[in-house]
């Protein structure tokens, strides 16, 4: 199946621990994307990368470290965990077309439900 | 910096009634998206605006971008039960700017 797929989809872990989250898409997209959904829905852009750079760095604590080692993976690892760090966790993938930088649309994995305890 | 705002945040709607989000942005966007995130799902892409004045069709969904192209809608005619979700748009300034989500509509449909 053509797909963004991320491992695992649930993580039950305790604080101070660190974690890994791994991200796939097999969609020939160039870029790849980390977003932090809250309890709340709202999406909070984390990283970006396009072809294995990193475009999109956001405020993020430098607990959290993206690594894309090719442009079909995309893998978080946080250290430390703290509480507030539980939430969904979505990777998401997209073609940037051209000089024009012509978007499209984000297709969304199902997401990693982390919850710190 | 870029903000894109939402209203409202929850709809009640009744089964068979029509309903419309919107979408608010404090500049001049240069394309939107909109996403649905069914509950427990992920988001996912509907459609993406490019042109002042755009409408475009989806079925019983019709979305709209302003002629200043800082404000969008969503339009959904006789809603049903498989409506149910958080609708967000997402918008970027620039082509190759960052695509700033919403906070969402969360829809809920009364049979």
């Known amino acids: 199946d053509t797909a963004v797929s991320q491992t695992p989809k649930y993580l039950v872990t305790q604080m101070g621990n660190d974690k890994s989250i791994k991200c796939e898409q097999n969609?020939?997209?160039?870029?790849m994307y980390w977003y932090k959904q809250d309890s709340k829905k709202f999406l909070k852009i984390m990283f970006s990368?396009?072809?294995?750079?990193?475009?999109i760095n956001e405020t993020v604590p430098n607990r959290f470290s993206p690594k894309s080692p090719d442009k079909a993976h995309l893998n978080l690892h946080i250290n430390s965990l703290e509480l507030g760090d539980s939430a969904v966790y979505f990777c998401?993938?997209?073609?940037?077309?051209?000089?024009?930088?012509?978007?499209?649309?984000?297709?969304f994995g199902s997401g990693t439900r982390l919850t710190v305890v | 910096g870029q903000q894109v705002m939402q209203i409202p945040q929850y709809q009640h709607v009744q089964e068979g009634e029509d309903f419309t989000t919107y979408c608010n942005s404090s500049?001049?966007?240069?394309?939107i998206q909109w996403y649905k995130q069914r509950p427990g799902g992920h988001p996912v892409f509907l459609i993406q605006?490019?042109?002042?004045?755009e409408v475009k069709k989806q079925k019983r969904l019709t979305f709209q971008f302003g002629e200043a192209k800082k404000n969008s809608s969503l339009h959904i005619t006789a809603t049903q039960t498989t409506d149910v979700g958080t609708y967000f748009c997402?918008?970027?300034?620039?082509?190759?700017?960052?695509?700033?989500f919403g906070a969402g509509t969360q829809v809920v449909v009364t049979p």
């Open positions: 605006l490019v042109k002042s004045g």
């Open positions: 500049t001049t966007l240069s394309n």
């Open positions: 990368y396009n072809n294995k750079e990193l475009i």
């Open positions: 998401a993938s997209s073609q940037r077309g051209g000089r024009t930088g012509t978007n499209y649309g984000y297709t």
């Open positions: 969609l020939g997209h160039d870029t």
């Open positions: 997402a918008g970027r300034r620039d082509s190759w700017g960052k695509l700033q």
